[in-house]
């Protein structure tokens, strides 16, 4: 009995191991369309993380000035403001969206926003250390919805960061492409804003 048990245990494993691979195996099909689609960037993504990455923005920024910039959940937006403003970027250029309370956030809160706006192909930048997990990312999350991405590192001296974090977070980008929430329990002001939704705040300039 525990034999046939153990057996039947497999077979489910190996059934869903199947069905999850099948269903984000459309993932790369999804960013090869992206790519022909839109094969230069089509706007500026940058990950809050420190006023350094605006700053380096605001200087990468200069060299398209046709495209826009997102700045998800960074320094303070009057802070911002001034750092690009430095730089000669201008207003309606810059835009603000504070819902992101961690890496995951950053995409998962702004998927849909570049979808509505036809979007398959962003320059993302963050700092060196924190690229891996962003790329992981922006692979299930962007890549499920059909939009590709080209990294702009920043560099730094911190170590990179631990694969423990990098395979938590695919697992709640998996999570939220089947459910539509990336694993609230796993911060708690996740829980307490209900996946970054409440108490939202974007702003652009105007």
């Avoid at 920024?61 to 000669?88: C, E, M, Y």
């Avoid at 926003?113 to 320059?123: A, S």
């Avoid at 459910?179 to 996740?190: E, I, K, N, S, V």
Wanted: contains cysteine.
């Amino acid at each position: 009995m525990y034999l046939r048990s153990k057996t039947y245990r497999t077979m489910w494993v190996a059934f869903a191991s199947t069905l999850l691979f099948l269903a984000l195996s459309f993932i790369p099909f999804r960013l090869i369309l992206a790519h022909l689609h839109a094969p230069s960037p089509q706007l500026i993504l940058t990950l809050g993380g420190g006023s350094g990455r605006e700053e380096f923005t605001a200087l990468f920024a200069q060299q398209v000035p046709d495209l826009d910039i997102w700045v998800s959940s960074g320094t303070s937006p009057q802070h911002a403001k001034d750092i690009f403003r430095r730089a000669a970027i201008a207003d309606d250029r810059i835009h603000f969206d504070r819902r992101a309370i961690d890496t995951v956030t950053n995409f998962t809160t702004l998927v849909g926003d570049f979808c509505d706006q036809d979007i398959h192909h962003v320059f993302l930048i963050t700092s060196d250390f924190h690229m891996r997990r962003a790329r992981a990312i922006a692979f299930f999350v962007f890549g499920s919805r059909g939009i590709t991405t080209t990294p702009v590192i920043i560099p730094s001296k911190q170590a990179n960061e631990s694969l423990f974090r990098v395979t938590r977070d695919i697992g709640r980008s998996i999570l939220w492409i089947f459910t539509g929430r990336a694993a609230t329990r796993f911060h708690p002001q996740l829980r307490a804003s209900s996946d970054g939704q409440k108490g939202y705040q974007r702003s652009s300039f105007t």
